[in-house]
């Protein structure tokens, strides 16, 4: 637990640092499992999704793929959690509470979706 709550503060750090200026923004996060165990393809299904959802700015690393949606910033990150699927763990932040939980839930959706047809995976 305690490497995921370390990803997930450094993620943190990166996303409000990385978010446009506002007076106030708001924070959504929504989790889902992956159809792979695989961290890395994991990741490359967040590439498809955010390019698939015409994120603007897009970019990734490492640690997460993230980009604009309708306005808000949305980073994506995975765990792998060995032999279990692997988690994709959206994060949007936003002027208001509403429209961060739309495109993370909309994110979380799209990866959930998306399924790997080679082997291994």
């Known amino acids: 637990m305690s490497k995921i709550f370390a ?3 450094v993620v943190l750090s990166g ?7 506002a007076k106030a923004q708001s924070l959504y996060f929504e989790r889902t499992t992956v159809s792979t165990s695989s ?8 590439g498809d999704v955010a390019r698939n959802q015409s994120f603007q ?8 793929v993230a980009g604009v949606k309708n ?5 994506i ?4 959690r060995g032999q ?6 959206g994060m949007a932040v936003a002027p208001n509470f509403g429209a961060a939980q739309q495109v993370a839930q909309l994110v979380a959706d799209r990866i959930r979706g ?3 047809f080679d082997s291994p995976c």
């Open 114 to 116: 998306v399924r790997c």
């Open 39 to 46: 961290e890395a393809t994991c990741y490359r299904f967040a």
């Open 57 to 64: 700015n897009m970019h990734s690393n490492r640690l997460e």
């Open 77 to 80: 990150t995975c765990v792998g």
């Open 7 to 9: 990803l997930t503060v």
């Open 84 to 89: 279990q699927s692997a988690l994709a763990i």
């Open 15 to 21: 996303l409000f640092s990385s978010a446009p200026a």
């Open 71 to 75: 306005g808000v910033y949305v980073s």
